[in-house]
């Protein structure tokens, strides 16, 4: 695993764009972490146990701490989990997760949590297990299904995640991640968030969303950041965001970006705050029936306002798009909105094909500085200026986004069960996945 990581990152890092500054992923091989098996089922687990999570606790604090280089086991099969749990500061260990646990309690916070890990893989190796949320029995009121946390050298594949009742796999901080091989369900509604991630030096790549919130998001603080072979699958849509003050974000690649509904393909979203996002590239995005296409919006209603006077965007880049919106003058397939108080500069778009299946449509510029639109504005002095709306024909050379089988029509309802899916082997049209499924190896 480690030496795929490392020859993959090699490689990515002699391409001009990539933004990974180096290794990601475990630094020992997952062999080396298999001296030592902890099966939960000899510290008081069962399979059906209405609580695994006391049995997960103990077999990681008894005998994954006292023994380096070993496996925390969930052998496959069914458990129920009602105690949630946090796993800190083990160093060269794995968490093999072949069963399908589900959440029975209600209380908050995060059901599993890897916390100050080092050289860490948590996988299936049947590429079936994972967590069953039920989130459409607590809504927004239980918790969060995975979490790692200010961990480091570490990867977390294979695993399906299934209706939350609030986010599904948060990167929270930490350095040299990699996050691959993923399958995520989650209800039409938001706060059902897909993948959220922060910190330095991490890679998402061959990941399917299905909710109504974040696809595969970046958030503050964020520095090398790549994202790629993405399936927005009836999902809110990939995004930047949202930001406030104090927002650090540079030096973020997505490219291979595959919108299939949903809310929006990329949205950077922000309300007033301070700070920079900056050396950003978005690349080969294709996107079919969404409301927005390509969205900058720093006056986003649905956030509280910042205490700043914006979020300062610069050196921002989207190349190689194809796609068009449901309404292209309900909600323009490109918007570029940004704050008045720090004007928007250096926006590129380039061979952006962005159209409306109404065969109308409109885009949108305030305040921003750059090249591509035909409503933005190109020149020295970055000043204000108020919202430009121009009538827009279609793209020379646009073509209809091919599809992906295995697009959703529509999302799930978020007040009945999501069924558990499979982990598909192919993200983007017409590139394979980066690494085999596990099971496949």
């Known amino acids: 695993m480690s030496f795929k990581s490392l020859l993959a990152s090699l490689l990515l890092v002699s391409v001009a764009s990539a933004q ?19 099966n939960v089922l000899d510290y008081g687990g069962k399979v059906g146990s209405s609580d695994i999570g006391p049995a ?3 077999a990681f604090d008894e005998c994954v701490k006292k023994n380096s280089g070993s496996t925390l086991y969930v052998p496959a099969g069914n458990y129920n ?113 897909g993948v959220d991630v922060w910190g330095t030096n991490h890679w998402v790549h061959d990941v399917e969303v299905t909710n109504r919130d974040e696809c595969v998001t970046v958030k503050s603080p964020a520095t090398n950041i790549q994202v790629e072979r993405i399936w927005c699958n009836q999902s809110g849509g990939s995004a930047i965001g949202s930001l406030s003050d104090g927002t650090a974000i540079e030096k973020v690649l997505y490219r291979n970006v ?41 006056y986003w209603s649905s956030q509280k306002p910042g205490q700043g006077a914006g979020v300062q965007l610069s050196d921002i880049t989207f190349s190689n798009w194809d796609g068009y919106v449901s309404d292209g003058m309900k909600r323009p397939p490109i918007q570029l909105i940004c704050a008045d108080g720090a004007p928007c500069t250096n926006i590129k778009l380039d061979n952006v094909k962005m159209w409306s299946k109404t065969e109308k449509a409109v885009v949108k510029c305030e305040s921003a500085y750059g090249t591509g639109v035909d409503c933005i ?26 599809t992906m089988h295995g697009d959703l029509k529509s999302g799930f309802p978020a007040t009945a069960a999501i069924p558990t899916p499979t982990i598909p082997t192919s993200f983007f049209p017409g590139l394979p996945q980066i690494s085999p499924l596990a099971k496949n190896k």
């Open 56 to 58: 997960i606790q103990k």
């Open 258 to 298: 595959y919108t299939n509904g949903g809310n929006q393909a990329l949205m950077i979203k922000s309300n007033k705050g301070s700070g920079y996002v900056r050396n950003v590239q978005f690349d080969n995005f294709l996107s079919h029936g969404t409301a927005y296409g390509l969205n900058i919006d720093q």
């Open 81 to 193: 989990m009602k105690t949630w749990v946090t796993l800190k500061n083990g160093s060269k260990w794995a968490f093999r997760l072949d069963g399908l646990i589900t959440r029975t309690a209600t209380t908050g916070g995060n059901m599993i949590a890897i916390q100050g890990a080092n050289d860490f893989e948590m996988y299936s190796a049947n590429s079936a297990g994972g967590i069953q949320g039920h989130g459409y029995q607590c809504r927004n009121a239980g918790p969060r299904l995975l979490r790692v946390i200010k961990s480091t050298n570490f990867s977390v594949h294979d695993l399906i995640l299934v209706d939350s009742p609030e986010f599904h796999l948060t990167i929270d901080n930490g350095s040299n991640g990699e996050v691959y091989n993923m399958a995520i369900r989650g209800a039409d509604i938001g706060g059902s968030d």
């Open 20 to 38: 990974l500054s180096g290794h990601v992923g475990p630094t020992s091989s997952l062999s080396a972490k298999q001296a030592k098996t902890c």
């Open 377 to 402: 504005k190109n020149d020295s002095k970055h000043t204000a200026y108020a919202k430009v709306t121009k009538t827009i024909s279609k793209p020379k050379g646009f073509t209809t986004p091919t």
